[in-house]
């Protein structure tokens, strides 16, 4: 799961790519990126976050009107490899740049191909260099045998040949010199990416494209639309718009943008995020008075803050006090993107504080948006312990995660994850908690989809179904052994 963000101004663009990956740290903690470029290409980037990597003299460098901007959250590669900080970029043809969210599952079988047959030097072992060069390669084989092309229709081939080659999900923001900018998204819509548009001064259009639209009020854009699955968009340097749906399939956004990912005043795909997160905590409450009927906590604490709109709504619904009895320091990073286990159980610690008077000798439900690998609940029902909790309840938006996902969240074993190996009960001893509930399926569908007709989310994490179609037993083990050893 990564950030990315593309605009194409009339004016510079370097303070508002700063801008919108600031908007965007939550989704990637490890690296930063910017790339503009109008001849040539410039490029920004460092490991750590957005304000550690960027100052005005570096950006005063970025003197262009059209670039890229990139936060990273790995799910392929080396979390601390300097090189495979984003947007990629290469030289020919024309000169080509990408920034990526999403992961590609046959990332072994392309980098072969390209190397092997297409005599395509890799400099990393990042799949988003792999969809960068097959991304080129696409314009460099069209471009040969179609002549006098209308350039759309070369971006619209290019887009057309990576949806026939490549297995995963994958939005994407990239830039032509001397072309334009261009946005797509994989056929099947799993990773967001929306667009908006601003009128300038001489008349024409300013455009942005985004993981999510957190920034566009701040910068003027109004929102326009998302771009939808299997669609390539094509923005050109006189600001004319084009665009076309290359690949009709079942559209499969995932679900966990909306439990956990994004921001909860984001709207993706036409649903908001904080009125599915209302829906969830007001689903979970009302399974919690049939589970649990004679059980009625004295206070509800969200575990913050991507649960704080959840447990509002669950609160509200049980009749009981919503009560902020856990502050986290703003300062502290998102845990579950951290790259290795040591590093989130050390962050739980620091960055949550207990507000004792909240807690000591009363019944507390903590409401948590997902329990993964169970190490952060556990560490939270600790400091609720040592704070005096009389009892200590869990529950969470997110049914029980059994399965790995291959498409941008860095879950990929089995093992690392406790629903896969433990039963509910055990779960429930695991964190010593007094019940557990976890929100059924059925209700977190309702939560995101009842605004919209969504064909179906994409739950793979929670009932092994994949979008791309059933992954080899064989393969799934080579994904999880590579991830593995990056990790380590």
């Known amino acids: 799961?990564?950030?990315?963000?593309?605009?194409?101004?009339?004016?510079?663009?370097?303070?508002?790519?700063?801008?919108?990956?600031?908007h965007l740290q939550h989704r990637g903690q490890d690296s930063a990126?910017?790339?503009?470029?109008?001849?040539?290409?410039?490029?920004?980037?460092?490991t750590g976050l957005v304000r550690e990597v960027f100052n005005e003299q570096n950006l005063s460098k970025l003197d262009e009107n059209l670039g890229l901007g990139h936060?990273?959250?790995?799910?392929s590669g080396n979390a601390n490899n300097y090189e495979e900080t984003q947007p990629f970029w290469l030289n020919n043809p024309y000169g080509i740049a990408i920034a990526h969210n999403g992961n590609l599952i046959n990332q072994r079988e392309l980098t072969v191909e390209l190397q092997r047959k297409r005599y395509r030097h890799l400099n990393t072992s990042s799949d988003s260099e792999v969809l960068l060069n097959l991304f080129a390669d696409g314009f460099a084989l069209n471009k040969k045998s179609?002549?006098?092309?209308?350039?759309?229709?070369?971006?619209?081939?290019?887009?057309?040949?990576?949806?026939?080659?490549?297995?995963?999900?994958?939005?994407?923001?990239?830039?032509?010199?001397?072309?334009?900018l261009v946005a797509f998204r994989d056929p099947h819509g799993i990773r967001p990416l929306v667009y908006g548009r601003r009128r300038a001064p001489n008349g024409k259009d300013d455009y942005i494209f985004a993981s999510e639209p957190t920034m566009f009020h701040v910068l003027g854009f109004n929102e326009l639309t998302?771009?939808?699955?299997?669609?390539?968009?094509?923005?050109?340097?006189?600001?004319?718009?084009?665009?076309?749906?290359l690949s009709n399939k079942q559209f499969r956004p995932c679900v966990f943008e909306y439990i956990y990912f994004a921001r909860p005043d984001a709207t993706l795909d036409d649903v908001s995020v904080y009125r599915a997160r209302l829906r969830m905590g007001q689903n979970?409450?009302?399974q919690w008075k049939k589970e649990f009927p004679e059980t009625t906590p004295d206070i509800v604490i969200p575990a913050p803050v991507t649960s704080n709109t959840a447990a509002i709504a669950f609160a509200h619904e049980l009749g009981v006090r919503y009560s902020e009895g856990l502050y986290k320091n703003p300062f502290i990073g998102r845990t579950f993107i951290m790259p290795n286990m040591a590093e989130r159980q050390r962050s739980v610690r620091y960055k949550l504080s207990p507000q004792e008077i909240e807690i000591r000798d009363k019944?507390?439900?903590?409401?948590?948006?997902?329990?993964?690998?169970?190490?952060?609940?556990?560490?939270?029902?600790k400091i609720l312990r040592s704070s005096g909790a009389k009892e200590v309840y869990f529950a969470t938006t997110c049914p029980p995660v059994k399965y790995p996902c291959f498409y941008g969240i860095d879950m990929p074993t089995s093992t690392e994850l406790i629903a896969s190996k433990k039963t509910i009960a055990e779960i429930q001893k695991f964190l010593g908690v007094d019940k557990l509930l976890y929100q059924t399926i059925p209700d977190l569908v309702?939560?995101?989809?009842?605004?919209?007709?969504?064909?179906?989310?994409?739950m793979a994490c929670l009932y092994g179904k994949y979008p791309t179609g059933k992954i080899p037993q064989c393969v799934l083990q080579k994904l999880s052994e590579k991830r593995s050893h990056e990790r380590s």
């Open 226 to 245: 998302n771009v939808q699955a299997g669609e390539v968009v094509f923005v050109d340097t006189d600001g004319i718009l084009q665009k076309r749906v």
């Open 363 to 381: 019944k507390v439900l903590v409401l948590d948006d997902s329990i993964v690998r169970g190490t952060t609940s556990k560490e939270i029902v």
């Open 446 to 458: 309702e939560a995101v989809t009842r605004d919209h007709q969504i064909d179906n989310p994409c």
């Open 284 to 286: 979970l409450a009302q």
């Open 71 to 75: 936060v990273r959250y790995s799910t």
């Open 33 to 46: 990126g910017i790339l503009t470029c109008a001849t040539t290409f410039h490029k920004v980037c460092g």
């Open 146 to 180: 179609t002549g006098r092309i209308n350039f759309f229709e070369q971006v619209c081939a290019a887009v057309n040949s990576l949806h026939r080659t490549i297995q995963g999900s994958y939005s994407v923001v990239g830039m032509i010199i001397g072309k334009g």
């Open 1 to 22: 799961m990564c950030g990315i963000v593309g605009i194409i101004s009339h004016n510079r663009v370097a303070a508002e790519l700063y801008e919108s990956l600031i």
